[in-house]
T-cell receptor, first 116, second 109 residues
């Protein structure tokens, strides 16, 4: 079956521009996660959705970052007024549900964002 | 802050067992130990998780010490395709994964 997909795979933008990154989770997965990974580091948690609501957005670095999941499936990560420091690979993951019973997060291939 | 400590890098000979240690001395009673790995240019991949007991699946074995302050991931017969960064994470629920820098395992022929 289809895994988690992310589009675009690569995005190059200029400083100050607005970008949207899309994540299509595995069908039926109610939990969705966004991470950011800089070169040489592990993934950094950004936000977690259970259904349509953001259950934990404590990892969002500032108010330029926002994510939505209006119908409880596809999610969009939105970054306003991009800065060069936002350059990273943005990873999306999904899982069947919430809690240790649903132990596995399935990751997408990521979107590589480059801010010039 | 990551709650785990792992060596930065390790080497292993192809066909030998790879033993990857992880210290999690501040783990709480309800927190599980999770292992993921990330092959170059791919998203992380779940390997195994456990609470108290040792666990085994088709990919690996997880040995957790009795006091739960450390664990070891064992790849019984490492292959070149096991070259990756391995992350040890402790989490009460699977929704708040805090990855550290992980261990870069290089399997050599």
């Amino acid at each position: 079956g289809a895994g988690v997909s992310q589009t675009p795979s690569n995005k190059v933008t200029e400083k100050g521009k607005y970008v949207e990154l899309r994540c299509d989770p595995i069908s039926g997965h109610t939990a969705l996660y966004w991470y950011r990974q800089s070169l040489g580091q592990g993934p950094e948690f950004l936000i977690y959705f259970q259904g349509t609501g953001a259950a934990d957005d404590s990892g969002l670095p500032n108010d330029r970052f926002f994510a939505v999941r209006p119908e409880g499936s596809v999610s969009t990560l939105k970054i306003q007024r991009t800065e060069r420091g936002d350059s990273a690979v943005y990873l999306c993951a999904s899982s069947l549900g919430y809690g240790a019973l649903y132990n596995e997060q399935f990751f997408g291939p990521g979107t590589r964002l480059t801010v010039l | 802050d990551a709650k785990t400590t792992q060596p930065t890098s390790m080497d292993c000979a192809e066909g030998r067992a790879a033993n990857l240690p992880c210290n999690h001395s501040t783990i709480s009673g309800n927190e599980y130990v999770y292992w993921y790995r990330q092959i170059h240019s791919q998203g992380p991949q779940y390997i195994i998780h456990g609470l108290k007991n040792n666990e085994t699946n088709e990919m690996a074995s997880l040995i957790i010490t009795e006091d739960r302050k450390s664990s070891t991931l064992i790849l019984p017969h490492a292959t070149l395709r096991d070259t990756a960064v391995y992350y040890c994470i402790v989490s009460e629920f699977n929704n708040d994964m805090r990855f550290g820098a992980g261990t870069r395992l290089t399997v050599k022929p």
